[in-house]
């Protein structure tokens, strides 16, 4: 089930508990945990529903701007299908979060490297795990079709491959690209695998960015910004003058220098811009 940014980080922040869909049949089951941007997001219900049952308080609860809106987004496509009404609730932190950073110990990494060397026997193109592994540690936040292109691979397939190791913690999905945990390098200096990264200088201490979309990262990384730190030296004047940085980009900010006791600088004593 498809759901827009600014959609799951209401989600998360519990102002979002419903959403309609025209399906020919139930494509989710109550319990089942969806695997979002945000962290996990819980099915708790899914009921087929008279489009002339939904009432204000649906709209509302499924973030619409209004009953007429909600129900004008149903009528657009696939008319002769039945509306379903799906109960949502944050579920918490995607668990791979934490494994990516767990580093293995020898036990781990004799599993993982045993697990990885099946993946390779079972490829009909020959081994690919540690190639890929060492492409995203050479090439971090680099698009998946510059690296599938580098693989010799198409993008879906070298997406489905990335996903694989992204279930064992071993790399993690920017959004741009990819890049490799500790738990994936960890397993590559094990095997005394030739790593570039290893020569790189330690990026500086700090916190990371939030997910804010493609084009928002793509801005601040243009002008040097790649850790949280440095936003709060910023007004939000500034960051939202930035060609790519929309609402949900500057919501998504807003909400990680919160949780971080940060802020955007402030510059409401400063002297108006001229008009």
Known sequence: MLMRPAELAAIRAGDVDLAFRRWERPRLRVGTRMRTAVGLVEITSVDRVPVKSLTAADARRAGAASLAALRQG???????RPVYRIGLRYAGVDPRHALREAVPDAAEIDAII???DRLDRASPTGPWTRATLLLIDELPATRAPDLAQRMGWDTPSFKQNV?????RGLTESLDIGYRLSARGAAVLDHEGHPRQARSRSVPEPGLPLPHIGAAATRALTAHGVVRLEQV???SEGE??????????ALGRLRTALDEAGLAFRDD??????PS
């Open 163 to 167: 996903r694989k190791l992204k279930e």
């Open 239 to 248: 960051v939202r003058a930035w060609h790519g940085v929309g609402p949900y």
């Open 268 to 273: 409401t004593g400063a002297e108006p811009e």
């Open 114 to 116: 045993a697990w990885l």
């Open 232 to 234: 709060a030296g910023l």
């Open 74 to 80: 149903l009528d657009r496509l696939h008319q002769d």
